[in-house]
């Protein structure tokens, strides 16, 4: 099955601090990937779709200033979590697709990150 | 987007005893997914829903779409401590792409 990769699986840093997550998709091209936060023992909330070679759709109340996403390739989405303060502790999840819509999603293991 | 609420918020169930999850929207969806999250791990996909009333089955999961196609349900047969996680439901965005999820069930199983 198609494998999506997310790096670091977790990251503690001082507040203040930026912080890059990495999604890759492995073994398909992903002109669309999602990320998720998910607090602990709560669903999953998309933050932003990102689009290769193109702004990222960010959801209502996400700052698009905090979360800045780069989707540079078709395999590659970034999301930095600039001056990281300890209320952005959270998991995040990366998902991807193939290009049709309504295709299964396919998650990578989550960045959990803890801010001091 | 498309909310879907999901029911039962937790569920505690001795091993070898069935259980059930249920999901239902306002709107009527083209499809609605379903995802199993292991503790401390990411969604996994399970199965996509198309067509009105449709069953399907995985081993001891039974999945249904409704006739509406605004709810559906995922049974478990017999569970077994395997069993263990979240188990979320998920139907398209306003785009079409991206999932809104249901806020999962957690399914807990002793033996």
């Known amino acids: 099955g198609a494998v999506v990769s997310q790096h670091p699986s977790r990251v503690i840093c001082k507040s203040g601090t930026s912080v890059k997550i990495e999604c890759r998709s492995l073994?398909?091209?992903?002109?669309?990937m999602f990320w998720y936060r998910q607090f602990p023992k709560q669903s999953l909330m998309l933050m932003a779709t990102s689009n290769e070679g193109s702004k990222a759709t960010y959801e209502q109340g996400v700052e698009k200033d905090k979360f800045l996403i780069n989707h540079a390739s078709l395999t590659l989405s970034t999301l930095t979590v600039t001056s990281a303060h300890p209320e952005d502790s959270s998991f995040y999840i990366c998902?991807?697709?193939?290009?049709?819509?309504?295709?299964?999603?396919?998650f990578g293991d989550g960045t959990r990150l803890s801010i001091l | 987007g498309q909310q879907v609420m999901q029911i039962p918020q937790y569920q505690h169930v001795q091993e070898g005893e069935d259980f059930t999850t249920y999901c239902n929207s306002s709107?009527?969806?083209?499809?609605i997914q379903w995802y199993k999250q292991r503790p401390g791990g990411h969604p996994v996909f399970l199965i996509q829903l198309v067509k009105s009333g449709e069953v399907k089955k995985q081993k001891r999961l039974t999945f249904q779409f409704g006739e509406a196609k605004k709810n559906s349900s995922l049974h478990i047969t017999a569970t077994q401590t395997t069993d263990v996680g979240t188990y979320f439901c998920?139907?398209?965005?306003?785009?079409?792409?991206?999932?809104?999820f249901g806020k999962g069930t957690s399914l807990l199983v002793t033996p």
């Open positions: 073994d398909f091209q992903a002109t669309t």
């Open positions: 998920a139907g398209p965005s306003s785009s079409g792409y991206a999932l809104n």
């Open positions: 709107t009527t969806l083209s499809n």
């Open positions: 998902s991807a697709s193939k290009l049709i819509s309504n295709q299964p999603q396919h």
